[in-house]
């Protein structure tokens, strides 16, 4: 399962791709996120963490939001609930660490024999996710539970984190932790909850639990992003 | 094979993917349009028409253009001509229907163990789809044949309903129903009719018939687009 | 692999991968690029060339930008260093063909029961790279070394060939074919070379090797398309 801020287009998932297949052939290469936040580790780890969490048990994540690629920041191995998410140690799987049950991580040691500066996703990160789809194991020495880890973050997100191809805005923030009356105060406009599109008239705007658990702002029949001016990074309040 | 207006960014195709290599190990997942017209089930319904007749007999078709989700609208089955489609019963399958030599219709009675407000794709029809896929028999019972059907819409669309990554602009009409020397008459401007894009000058303004039998706009080595100012739902009209 | 300018989105992609996955079922077709220079073979040259040359011996790629689809250019097959390309003989593989070691090309003479004049990528391509994956001698006849070349073509080109997710903007230059110390003047700036990304302050626009061997130009953390203003075509001068 594939979560990167590369875009669909251009060469760099193919090129991914093409790593796994050719390890791991036959196996299932799906894109969840290609278009995470550009170069945002944090407000990606808020969407990734609410996103994976519906996958099934044994779900490899291949998770790659690195604006320090080349840099200092160390590659991780990660094992959630049953879950593997490889990456770059950026913060990135901080969410996913926070909330699960079992949990633990892996500073990978191996490199390949070619190792490019700038497309560790390829050249490092994808040997490793196929070798963890092999049933290999990681190939690296264990971390603490602390190293790397980005405890200032909080639990939920009240920002903006990644608008759909519909308009609509997902937000960093978990519905459940949210009174089941609360409104939320964006752009100047205050926000009333809603089951679903088909509840409110044609124009209006209101939030409600998507089907990943998020709080989403949406427009019945238009679209949130324009009408509202909303855009990844934009911040809400809660009232009730 | 998908139709969908979800685009092919964010996590709705992966999400759906994902049920459908879960439920059926090794099968095939092939996007068709996953930018069918947003929230237009009619204008989607000429495109899916036009193209879903190109491919073989056992095809399943997962199309989700659904702007009632979570709303009154009922889940649907549909064998046309030996091709399943399984989707919402907003006319998005009413083509098919009408240009199909043999056709039953099913009234979806399965629910899943978790059926989310907005996400009907992923929880209900993908499911479906991989059940037939697998040879099982339809999770439901007998439509009549005039069940959800949209008698009122015409047999061909004489309006613009995709426009492609080249600027191209497909109609909702099938090219063998024009006449050979049959004019277009759009945004004010007369087109003839070309063979393709090579039989005339560079920047000149034409219709032909595409490579699934639509008549399409196009201007040679141009953005059709944007030169004649179309997009889904301009209209034409015929002269001869 | 496939190499095309059709774009993601729209029916292109869907129904050649159908052909390949009908006739080779079970096998793996991974866009490499699907948004290549639009019309433009010659900018599809060099980035295609650079890019190939990374993909195991045995790899089939399937290159389709074909402005004259229905005109004269003759359809090819060309073996080069143990990989297939096929496509239009419209120089698309002329600088594969230039730096390969071993090289042997066939014009296509097979023709498929349908040919539409549009979408021979579909119709006549796919069909043959099917075989050709299948282990299938080339339908077709050998052509000679120097038919359909484009010996006017420069070695590298010193143009933006392809702009990326994040703005970068890759060349037709290898960056092996530059001195070190080469700065490259685009826009009216001069650019110095660098290693990555993280060797530069915040906002500095530079150029270095990607991780396919061509120069690239990007701006840390920035967009180097708007910040420079550029895009594919612009050309660029190399001082020392």
Redesign the interface.
């Known amino acids: ?1 594939l979560f990167t ?11 991914m ?2 790593v796994l ?2 390890m791991v ?2 196996t ?1 290469t ?6 995470a936040p ?2 945002n580790p944090k407000a990606s780890a808020y969407l990734l963490a609410a ?1 994976a969490a ?3 048990v044994g779900t490899v994540f291949l998770g790659v939001v690195d ?5 200092a920041r160390p590659p991780t191995i990660l094992k959630a609930d049953g879950r593997w998410y490889i990456g770059p140690g950026n913060g990135l799987f901080e969410l996913v660490q926070r909330r699960a049950g079992q949990m633990r991580s892996w500073h990978i040691d191996w490199r390949p024999e070619r190792l ?4 560790h996703g ?2 490092l990160f994808a040997p490793v996710a196929a070798m963890l789809a092999r049933g290999e194991p990681p190939p690296g020495r264990p971390c603490r539970d602390d190293a790397h880890r980005r405890a200032d973050w909080p639990d939920d997100l009240c920002e903006i984190v ?1 608008v ?3 308009g609509n805005a997902m937000t960093g923030m978990r519905a459940t932790m949210l009174p089941t009356d609360a409104r939320l105060t964006v752009a100047g406009r205050v926000l009333e909850r809603a ?5 409110l008239p044609t124009g209006a705007a209101f939030w ?1 639990e ?3 658990g998020l709080a989403e702002i949406a427009v019945n ?1 238009g679209r949130a992003d324009r009408e509202l001016g909303l855009s990844i990074g934009v911040s809400f309040e809660i009232v009730s």
Do not use: C, E
């Open positions: 399962m801020d590369f875009g669909l287009h251009g060469p760099y998932l193919g090129q791709k093409t297949d050719q052939p036959g299932s799906i894109d969840l996120f290609a278009d550009v170069g996103y519906w996958f099934p604006p320090g690629v080349g840099g490019s500066a700038s497309f390829r050249d990644y759909d191809h519909f089951r679903t599109f088909g509840d409600y998507n089907s990943n029949q």
